[in-house]
């Protein structure tokens, strides 16, 4: 049984349809089911108090993921294999509970993330080739955006420095990307910066495009636990 007061962390997937889920619209589907479930967790005292939740690195719109996790605080006894089962029974399909265990690190060490980018154009060798040329050149630019003071604003970067490793492999209808990316508090780089910089070349072959992060590492390399 676990103690009277424990953090723990939740690794879950976000896929099929709920990629189009936003991170707002997930967080009240995690706490009405973490309600459902039944599961004694701390809420913030005060005035307004709310369930505890913590997400990392919360996933853009559209995108899929293996590796997505929420820190939440245990109050009550119950083990974490039966947190992890009463949660998989009351979350929707396409959001699966993978594991549920004290937290290693912190997120503030999450140092980059590994991705699969499927394409699937009607030239596969053609999009091949172009896309290792333009992976060839010095710089990769793109517009990203960022505050000055309290407005939005675009500049130009250069994002090859945050291509930490990058892999295609072709099949007989598809095109597959393996990036890992930087993903720092500083240097988060969403993978759709550098598909963008892909499609100014090449617009007409990106069709059916789908994004998958499979792990989130810390910086001596270490799978983030």
């Excluded at 690195?57 to 009550?76: A, Y």
């Excluded at 053609?126 to 710089?139: D, F, N, R, S």
């Amino acid at each position: 049984m676990q103690n009277e007061f424990n953090d723990i962390r939740i690794f879950f997937t976000k896929t099929d349809m709920t990629k189009y889920i936003s991170h707002l619209d997930l967080m009240r589907c995690m706490g009405r089911a973490i309600r459902r479930a039944g599961i004694p967790l701390w809420y913030t005292e005060g005035y307004n108090p709310h369930l505890f939740m913590t997400f990392a690195r919360p996933l853009s719109l559209g995108q899929e993921s293996l590796c997505e996790c929420v820190d939440v605080r245990l109050v009550g006894e119950m083990t974490l294999k039966e947190v992890k089962q009463r949660l998989n029974d009351a979350l929707p399909p396409g959001i699966t509970i993978v594991s549920v265990a004290k937290p290693v690190h912190k997120a503030m060490e999450i140092a980059s993330a590994d991705y699969e980018i499927t394409l699937r154009p009607d030239d596969v060798a053609g999009l091949k080739a172009c896309i290792e040329a333009h992976y060839a050149k010095p710089t990769i630019t793109v517009l990203k955006k960022a505050k000055q003071g309290r407005r939005k604003i675009e500049k130009e970067v250069d994002i090859k420095p945050n291509v930490l490793s990058f892999r295609l492999e072709q099949t007989d209808d598809a095109l597959k990307l393996f990036l890992r990316l930087t993903a720092g508090i500083d240097n988060n780089i969403n993978p759709s910066l550098l598909l963008s910089a892909l499609e100014e070349d090449f617009p007409e072959e990106f069709v059916q495009t789908s994004i998958l992060k499979t792990k989130i590492y810390i910086a001596n390399g270490e799978v983030f636990s």
